[in-house]
């Protein structure tokens, strides 16, 4: 049995010299890795002891097992011939901010429980800030992931849309029912944010989407008008800054102007393609930013900063505090009127430092490091466009939008014909469905390569999503490769 007290110092810098290693092995020699493993569910479960251990075991047990049963049953997100979902990726400084985060530890909920976590923290969001080139009055918080900054932007919103929520909820008030508005093209974060806010999952209207998968104004004016006449109350707009199916952008002027005429609510949601506003070509990604209530960010899809790290901006921060602050008596000595503590600006009250890992990125990349590696996902975009163009047997199925193309295979296989996404024969149409995804599935099986699959007017679409930086033009070249052969064995 070993004594009580941590590893000692001598072999604790032993096991991190290892670790350093090991870190550095993995990130040079992933290519030679399967991008997702072939096993069936319950494989890596049936290799682990089913009891837990009674004795402690040594680190390099622990790390050869990591090697052995947890490395290979892994989706390799890093990978350079991962293109599923928006590509997030880990950096060398990415991975160093991790590491120094660990060690310190700290619950970053006041600013007296950690000064340098609070006051870093303000500092990086107003760097964010800045970049992004939102006015000075929106302040911000961090979060882990873009749901929660919606939920939280939401509760606000509902707040004002009803007065006193926070003290006496929703119950017997003879309030109208509140309504949220966002495109069929929208998160689901949406809906998760209503059921968790007692809102309910069917007073989020979906609004249809034009050719470009955009909100439809003229919709969007009509189903809120309908809705008033039937006394609901109109409370909340989230438009998107960069859909999860095909990265399309929101006319977001014209919403804001329907939500300052209605007086509601606008939220952006700009978790991926909020971030791109940084490069001077995308800029107008942001116009009409100024006349939201909230944004969120997720720096873990663009920015390079691992997951997770989310950032919600409102404007007067203190819309925010005014639903969440509240103190129990065993912390009422950790709080300094006037300081920043994060814990009032939402539901957790345990906060991890994720601040350092920021700072410790954004200073290594800099803007303009950011912004060559933002410009060079847009390249390959395109280039890859460029491809399916030129190989009639694919088409486009949403035009290419930052680091995401969204394409379909239409054939020519025997007995199918005028089967597009507009295609007026929907047996002929169902069955490209069914080889679209067969494609998609038969690719991530074989480890070679990874895709996702989407739902564009109904259609099934195979769909990438670029932003390792890791990933060249030589993987994505290998990857095109990989589905034109995959396509014609099908």
Request: with cysteine.
């Amino acid at each position: 049995m070993t004594a009580p007290g941590d590893t000692p110092p001598e072999e604790f810098r032993k096991q991190l010299h290892e670790l350093a290693d090991w870190i550095a092995d993995f990130r040079e020699n992933i290519e030679t890795l399967r991008v997702a493993p072939d096993d069936k569910p319950g494989a890596i479960r049936a290799q682990l002891p089913k009891q837990p251990p009674e004795e402690g075991e040594s680190f390099e047990k622990i790390l050869a097992d990591v090697d052995r049963l947890i490395v290979p049953g892994m989706v390799h997100w890093s990978h350079p011939m991962f293109l599923g979902y928006f590509g997030w990726t880990s950096t060398a400084p990415g991975i160093l901010g991790e590491i120094i985060s660990a060690p310190l530890n700290v619950n970053a909920m006041t600013w007296r429980t950690c000064p340098a976590a609070t006051e870093l923290e303000t500092v990086v969001i107003d760097w964010l800030r800045q970049w992004l080139g939102l006015p000075d009055e929106f302040g911000g918080v961090v979060y882990d992931t873009a749901s929660v900054g919606i939920m939280h932007a939401l509760a606000a919103a509902r707040e004002e849309a009803a007065p006193s929520t926070r003290k006496v909820g929703l119950i017997n008030r003879d309030l109208p029912r509140l309504r949220v508005y966002t495109s069929d093209e929208a998160h689901s974060a949406a809906e998760k944010a209503a059921i968790t806010l007692g809102i309910g999952e069917e007073n989020v209207r979906r609004i249809e989407t034009d050719a470009d998968f955009r909100t439809d104004v003229n919709r969007l004016r009509e189903t809120i008008a309908r809705d008033v006449r039937h006394n609901f109350k109109p409370f909340a707009v989230i438009a998107t800054v960069g859909t999860t199916s095909s990265a399309s952008v929101d006319p977001v002027p014209e919403i804001a102007k329907i939500c300052r005429e209605e007086r509601i609510w606008l939220h952006i949601d700009g978790a991926y393609g909020g971030a791109f506003a940084m490069s001077p070509e995308y800029k107008w990604v942001s116009n009409g930013w100024e006349m939201a209530d909230s944004i969120v960010i997720n720096p873990h899809k663009t920015l390079f900063v691992p997951l997770d790290f989310s950032v919600l901006y409102v404007r007067d921060l203190e819309r925010l505090r005014r639903v969440f602050t509240l103190v129990p008596e065993v912390l009422r000595g950790d709080t300094i009127e006037g300081e920043m503590n994060y814990m009032d600006y939402g539901i957790q009250l345990g906060r991890r430092f994720r601040a350092l890992k920021a700072w410790v990125i954004w200073r290594s990349l800099g803007r303009e490091g950011m912004v060559a590696r933002l410009r060079e996902q847009v390249r390959l975009a395109n280039l890859f466009a460029d491809w399916i163009r030129n190989d009639n047997r694919f088409e486009l199925a949403a035009p290419v939008s930052m680091g995401v193309v969204c394409f379909r295979f239409v054939g020519p296989v025997t007995g199918i014909a005028d089967a597009g996404p507009g295609s007026s024969n929907p047996a002929t149409a169902d069955r490209l469905d069914r080889l679209n995804s067969a494609i998609v599935e038969r690719i991530n099986a074989s480890g070679r390569a990874y895709l996702t699959q989407t739902k564009l007017r109904g259609r099934t679409v195979m769909r990438i999503g670029l932003g390792n930086v890791l990933t060249k033009e030589e993987h994505l070249r290998k990857a095109w490769q990989i589905i034109q052969e995959t396509a014609s064995k099908l």
